[in-house]
C-alpha cells in the first residue's frame, strides 16, 4: 500500500471489565475508539457495546481491503488494473469493485450525467489525483472530454465480474467510495449488533443507535467560510441511524494567480463546479422495512453529494422534489450557497438547528 497508513489512536478500554477489573461493565457503554489513515483521509470509529474491540477492527480491515481494491494510486488495485487496460480488453475485478461500478454508472444516469466517475482523466489533468496542480487549457480539457461518459465504459450482463472501457476511458471511485464503505461498516454493525456508533470518514458520516444517555447524535456542518477552525459550524443536526455526507468546495483545493480551484468537476464545462454553493449536506435514515430490505445508503448520500454540488440549489432542490414524489430516493438536503444562505429542506428542519454565529440566513423549503 503506498499511503502511510496510522492507527493513531486505540482506546484501550478492556471490554468487559470495569476499571477496578472485577465487575463486568455495562455492556451497552464499553466502547472502543481508533482512528484509521486511509482514502486520503482521517476516519475515525467509535463503536459501543460488548463486542465493539471486535467490530472497530474488523471495520478498519474492511476499510484497507477495499481501498487496496479502488485506489486509483495502487498500481495493483482493481481500479487501476482497470484504467491501464487496453481498450476492449475485459478486466476480471472483485465483487465489490464491479457492484461499485453498477452504483457509478447508475447515479450517472439518475443525475443526467453531474455524477460521472468516468471524469478521472480531467481530474487527473488539474492534479487532483497526484497532488501536483495546474490549470489545464481549454483545448487540453476538450480534448479529454471525449472520453468521458458511461456509455464508453462496459459492464456485461450476469455473473460475470468484468469491466471494459473504450480508448482513453479511466475511472475514478473517489466521489462514491467513501459512502461504499460506510455501508459495509453498517453491515458490520449490524452483524455484531452494535447498539450505537458514530462512523466518520472524512466529510461522510454514520451515526448508529442513539446516544448513551438516549438522546440523538449531533453531527455538525462544517462552515465552508471558516473550513480551518476546528468548531465553524454552519449548523448541526440530531440524528439517529443515519447517513449524513458533505461535499464542499472547501475541501480539496489550489490556488493559482488568486483563483481557487476545487475538487469537485462539472462534466459540461471539465472544469470545478462553479454552481453557487460552497457545501452540500445528503442525509438518509439507515434503516429496515417490514420486508427487512436496507433503506438508506451512505454510497446513494455520497454519489448525491457530490452530484448535487454541480447541479446547484435550484436543480438540487428540484431533484429532490421529483426523487420525493416518485419515491425512488429519499433523501434530505442541507445547502450551504456562497450568498450567504443556509438551505434545509423539510424532512430534516426539525433536527437541524443553526449555528447562529455564523452569520447565515437559514430558510427551510418543501
Ligand atoms: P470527497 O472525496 O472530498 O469527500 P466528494 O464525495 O464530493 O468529496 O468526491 C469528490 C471526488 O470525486 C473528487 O476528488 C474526484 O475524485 C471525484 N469527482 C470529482 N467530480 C466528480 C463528478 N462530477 N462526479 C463523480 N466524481 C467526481
Ligand atoms: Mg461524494
Request: charged share 25%.
Amino acid at each position: 500500500m503506498r499511503r502511510l497508513t496510522v492507527l493513531l489512536l486505540a482506546l484501550a478500554m478492556l471490554a468487559g471489565l470495569t476499571a477496578c477489573g472485577m465487575e463486568p461493565a455495562d455492556p451497552n457503554t464499553a466502547q472502543e475508539s481508533i482512528q484509521v489513515i486511509a482514502m486520503d483521509t482521517v476516519m475515525t470509529f467509535s463503536i459501543y457495546g460488548e463486542k465493539s474491540t471486535h467490530a472497530v477492527y474488523a471495520a478498519e480491515d474492511e476499510v484497507r481491503r477495499l481501498e487496496g481494491l479502488l485506489s486509483r494510486t495502487d498500481p495493483e488495485s482493481d481500479v487501476s488494473r482497470l484504467n491501464a487496460a487496453p481498450a476492449g480488453e475485459a478486466v476480471t475485478v472483485s465483487e465489490d469493485t464491479r457492484s461499485l461500478l453498477e452504483m457509478a454508472r447508475f447515479y450517472a444516469m439518475m443525475t443526467e450525467g453531474a455524477f460521472d466517475c468516468t471524469l478521472a482523466p480531467v481530474s487527473s489533468a488539474w492534479g487532483f489525483t497526484e497532488e501536483s496542480f495546474r490549470v489545464p487549457s481549454r483545448t487540453e480539457l476538450d480534448g479529454l472530454l471525449q472520453h468521458v461518459g458511461w456509455e464508453k465504459f462496459q459492464l456485461p450482463e450476469g455473473q460475470n465480474l468484468t469491466a471494459s472501457h473504450d480508448e482513453g476511458v479511466e475511472i475514478d471511485l473517489g466521489g462514491i467510495a467513501k459512502g461504499y464503505v460506510t455501508d459495509v461498516i453498517a453491515g458490520i454493525l449490524e452483524e455484531n449488533h452494535v447498539p450505537r456508533a458514530t462512523i466518520s470518514l472524512g466529510g461522510n458520516v454514520l451515526v448508529w443507535g442513539d446516544r448513551p444517555d438516549g438522546t440523538p447524535w449531533r453531527v455538525g456542518i462544517q462552515d465552508p467560510a471558516r473550513a480551518d477552525a476546528a468548531d465553524g459550524y454552519a449548523g448541526f443536526l440530531s440524528l439517529t441511524d443515519a447517513f449524513a455526507v458533505t461535499s464542499g468546495s472547501y475541501q480539496r483545493y489550489f490556488e493559482e494567480d488568486g483563483q481557487r480551484y476545487h475538487h469537485i468537476i462539472d462534466p459540461a464545462t471539465g472544469c470545478p463546479a462553479d454552481s453557487g454553493l460552497t457545501s452540500v449536506t445528503v442525509v438518509e435514515k439507515r434503516e429496515r422495512d417490514a420486508n427487512s430490505n436496507i433503506l438508506g445508503s451512505g454510497t446513494e448520500c455520497d454519489a448525491l453529494s457530490t452530484a448535487l454540488f454541480v447541479m446547484g440549489e435550484e436543480k438540487a432542490l428540484e431533484f429532490w422534489r421529483t426523487e420525493r414524489e416518485s419515491r425512488q430516493m429519499s433523501f434530505d438536503l442541507v445547502l450551504v450557497t456562497e450568498d450567504g444562505r443556509v438551505v434545509v429542506t423539510d424532512g430534516i428542519a426539525d433536527v437541524f438547528t443553526p449555528d447562529e454565529t455564523s452569520g447565515y440566513a437559514y430558510e427551510t423549503v418543501s
